[in-house]
């Protein structure tokens, strides 16, 4: 059976998972993970967060971390999309979606997360 995904810390910024760093939002699967370029709440559209109902088996739940703190209202839209696929979706801060997530995904149920960072990324010279 192959490993389980494991996020073993986050810092601000970054994301310890399976002993890789990843300096940037992430979307986390059952046994594998992507860097994600979303950034914000502003970032999440259903187009973003549609690779998990392509998955199969269907995820039971999906984990959106949101950042710091839950400071918007998680839009209605991907929520309705989600739950036509069968997919539960719950939005939290990032620290308490990862938590949740590695609790589940231990146990064996197949659960995924979108994470964004704590704190939004530094401005880069790209994005000048």
Do not use: H
């Not at 549609?50 to 039971?60: A, D, I, K, S, W």
């Not at 659960?111 to 964004?116: E, H, Q, R, S």
Request: some cysteine; hydrophobic content about 45%.
């Amino acid at each position: 059976d192959q490993q389980r995904t494991a996020i073993q810390a986050l810092g601000d910024r970054s994301f310890l998972i399976n002993n890789v760093l990843v300096k940037q939002s992430v979307l986390v699967f059952p046994n594998s993970f992507l860097a994600w370029s979303a950034k914000s709440m502003a970032d999440l559209t259903v187009e973003n967060l549609e690779v998990f109902t392509l998955l199969y088996p269907t995820v039971e739940i999906l984990f959106v971390g949101c950042g710091e703190k839950m400071t918007e209202r998680f839009p209605p839209e991907i929520q309705e999309r989600f739950r036509k696929s069968g997919i539960v979706i719950e939005a939290t801060d990032t620290k308490n979606a990862a938590a949740t997530f590695n609790v589940l995904n231990a146990e064996g149920r197949n659960v995924a997360a979108a994470l964004l960072t704590i704190k939004p990324p530094l401005v880069s010279v790209d994005d000048l």
